[in-house]
Structure formats: structure tokens, C-alpha cells
Nanobody
């Protein structure tokens, strides 16, 4: 059984930083993506960043390029998301998810990801 657990959310002022962590277990795919997504109430979940685990291939949403960095975490079979220069519009519930590796997976498309954590809240005040 695949388990995905996020940690590291919290509250910060605009311009500050937070680091999110995603730990996984029970993944049976030969290769897989670890993706970070976010959702605010009343809106659809959107992709933030993902990494093809074991290959280091990263993908970012335009809104976070230059500010967020996703990295593999080999100890946790997951990924960390370092978020810098945070803005109020980054406030959301952030979730980590797993998708099969390969070029058929769209790295920021939520429906291509099958195993989800419960999420961690990020709040950025102005």
C-alpha cells in the first residue's frame, strides 16, 4: 500500500521561506514522479512542481519558477519543496502525490497522479 505523508507547512510573511517535505513508502512503480500540488477553496488543484525520482528531471509551474526548488529526498523516497520569496497568492493547501514515471505522465497534471497525501497548509500574509 502506497503511503504519502507531507510535512513542513505553516504561516509566514510575504518574502519569507518555507520548506515542505514529502515522504513515501510502498511505491511499486519502477520509476515515478513526485509532485507537489496546491489548492485553494473553490478552485481546482494545480501543479506546482514535480521531479522524476531517480532521474532528477524537474518541472515547474510558471508562477513559481525562480522561487521554488524541488529536490529528491532519497532517505524518504520523496521530495522536498523549498519555497522562497513567498507571496500571499502562494497560500493554499499543498499536497504531494505519486505518478508512474515515463514520458506519458504529464508532470503537473493532477489526474495523472494516483497516490495522494492529506496535505499541509501554507499561509502567506502580506
Amino acid at each position: 500500500q502506497v503511503q504519502v505523508v507531507e510535512s513542513g507547512g505553516g504561516s509566514v510573511q510575504a518574502g519569507g521561506s518555507l520548506r515542505l517535505s514529502c515522504a513515501t513508502s510502498g511505491v511499486t512503480y519502477n520509476t515515478y514522479y513526485v509532485g507537489w500540488f496546491r489548492q485553494v477553496p473553490g478552485e481546482e488543484r494545480v501543479g506546482v512542481a514535480s521531479v522524476w525520482f531517480g532521474y532528477g528531471r524537474t518541472t515547474y509551474a510558471d508562477s513559481v519558477k525562480g522561487r521554488f526548488v524541488i529536490s529528491e529526498d532519497n532517505a524518504k523516497n520523496g521530495a522536498t519543496l523549498q519555497m522562497n520569496n513567498l507571496k500571499p497568492e502562494d497560500s493554499a493547501m499543498y499536497s504531494c502525490a505519486i505518478a508512474p514515471g515515463g514520458f506519458h505522465t504529464r508532470p503537473l497534471f493532477p489526474r495523472d497522479f494516483y497516490h495522494w497525501g492529506q496535505g499541509t497548509q501554507v499561509s502567506v500574509s502580506s
